[in-house]
T-cell receptor, first 109, second 114 residues
Framework: SQQGEEDPQALSIQEGENATMNCSYK?????LQWYRQNSGRGLVHLIL?????REKHSGRLRVTLDTSKKSSSLLITASRAADTASYFC?????????FGTGTRLTVIP | DAGVIQSPRHEVTEMGQEVTLRCKPI?????LFWYRQTMMRGLELLIY????????DSGMPEDRFSAKMPNASFSTLKIQPSEPRDSAVYFC????????????FGQGTRLTVV
């Protein structure tokens, strides 16, 4: 990808379990964002964390950012079947918004 | 607001033909992005506009690709001539500013070049 990688590429869990996805990037950033994409649809913004923040919460989502390691993680707690989708991190720099390779999450009812 | 509107939703064209994809950003947004999504390459940023001015087009793959934003409410991405390897889903996204706000995506245009 233009900016970074995500792992795992695919994740399958049971409903109610937590899901953790990781994102690594290459260059300095202003902020990092997470998006969700359902099959055949556009991306939907989930959460934004600025470069001077280390952790952020929104509902069942928890995002961490470690700028020294150029990495971020997205935790979805108490997963639901409706969380099944692809999740992307995106890094925003001076003149760009680059997306990672994505993690395909499947939540089994 | 209806969100970011892209047209057409699907386009099938023959190799060598010109293709024009259209995007209407959300009113009041001054940043606009064009992306291409394929299984092999993922989401690639093609070009970014701010206040209708192209800021970074380093992601545009070849001279066959061009993008314009004649006003704040309309942008086009043109491929001329099209090739089978251009087949992909093309997304347009807009954001209120570039200081650190979320991007809103359209539903995409699925382009198939045969």
């Amino acid at each position: 990808s233009q900016q970074g990688e995500e792992d795992p590429q695919a994740l399958s869990i049971q409903e109610g379990e937590n899901a953790t996805m990781n994102c690594s990037y290459k260059t300095s950033i202003n902020n990092l964002q997470w998006y969700r994409q359902n099959s055949g649809r556009g991306l939907v913004h989930l959460i934004l964390i600025r470069s001077n923040e280390r952790e952020k919460h929104s509902g069942r989502l928890r995002v961490t950012l470690d700028t020294s390691k150029k990495s971020s993680s997205l935790l979805i707690t108490a997963s639901r079947a409706a969380d099944t989708a692809s999740y992307f991190c995106a890094t925003q720099g001076a003149n760009n918004l680059f997306f990672g390779t994505g993690t395909r999450l499947t939540v089994i009812p | 607001d209806a969100g970011v509107i892209q047209s057409p939703r699907h386009e099938v064209t023959e190799m060598g033909q010109e293709v024009t994809l259209r995007c209407k950003p959300i009113s009041g947004h001054n940043s606009l992005f064009w992306y291409r999504q394929t299984m092999m390459r993922g989401l690639e940023l093609l070009i970014y506009f701010n206040n209708n001015v192209p800021i970074d087009d380093s992601g545009m793959p070849e001279d066959r690709f061009s993008a314009k934003m004649p006003n704040a409410s309309f942008s086009t991405l043109k491929i001329q001539p099209s090739e089978p390897r251009d087949s992909a889903v093309y997304f347009c996204a807009s954001s209120r500013d570039f200081g650190g706000t979320e991007a809103f995506f359209g539903q995409g245009t699925r382009l198939t070049v045969v």
